[in-house]
């Protein structure tokens, strides 16, 4: 079965509104890392956040190994944040990722 | 600036033809991979790649061979290219540690 999935698959805001993506995963991690993809874009790494809570500007990721879980936090939204953001799992330190199948998050104005 | 280049952006190949994706970074990273996007399955890994001479199988290798000839280098070969391989192709290179990747703009493949 899929080791990591992601939910929802797609989501649409009014800029300003909240968003919470969620990552479960059904393995044991060494970290998880949050990505966003621009429109027919590469990817940029969010964070690297092996557990706890992280934080960077209006983005907050948190990962709870012991419930096998991590969320992206998206506060006031504006529409620059559309695009699709990406979990990955790493299982060991240095180990390849293992990718969820994406949120596509859309911001209408 | 450090980065993750590919080539070609847009490819349009035939079936049963050879493909032949190529990526360089300038990040001096030790490690490399190609991944495939298709919707609703993220990204999978298709090889990948720990130094100059070495080659790793990734998820889902069937139907594809790396060549990594160079630091820099590192190649994803479809010796006979089939349309369930149209896709987006991207290419990383990372260090290993803290899971510090860096991601190129993607290949667009279609085998008609």
């Known amino acids: 079965g899929q080791q990591v999935q992601q939910s929802p698959a797609s989501l649409v805001l009014q800029e300003g509104e909240n968003a919470e993506l969620q990552c479960n995963f059904s393995t044991s991690l060494n970290s998880m890392q949050w990505f966003y993809q621009r429109p027919g874009g590469s990817l940029v790494s969010l964070f690297y956040n092996p557990s706890g809570t992280k934080h960077s500007g209006r983005l907050t990721s948190t990962t709870v190994i012991k419930e096998r879980r991590s969320s992206l936090h998206i506060s006031s939204s504006q529409t620059t944040d559309s695009g699709t953001y990406l979990c990955a799992l790493e299982r060991n330190a240095g180990a390849k990722l293992t990718f969820g199948g994406g949120t596509r998050l859309t911001v209408r104005p | 600036e450090a980065a993750v280049t590919q080539s070609p952006r847009n490819k349009v190949a035939v079936t049963g033809g050879k493909v032949t994706l190529s990526c360089n970074q300038t990040n001096n990273h030790n490690n490399m991979y190609w991944y495939r996007q298709d919707t609703g399955h993220g990204l999978r890994l298709i090889h990948y790649?720990?130094?100059?001479?070495?080659?790793e199988k990734g998820d889902i290798p069937d139907g594809y061979k790396a060549s990594r000839p160079s630091q820099e280098n590192f190649s994803l070969i479809l010796e006979l290219a089939t349309p369930s391989q149209t896709s987006v192709y991207f290419c990383a290179s990372g260090t290993g540690v803290n899971s510090d990747y860096t991601f190129g703009s993607g290949t667009r493949l279609l085998v008609i």
């Open positions: 790649s720990y130094g100059a001479g070495s080659t």
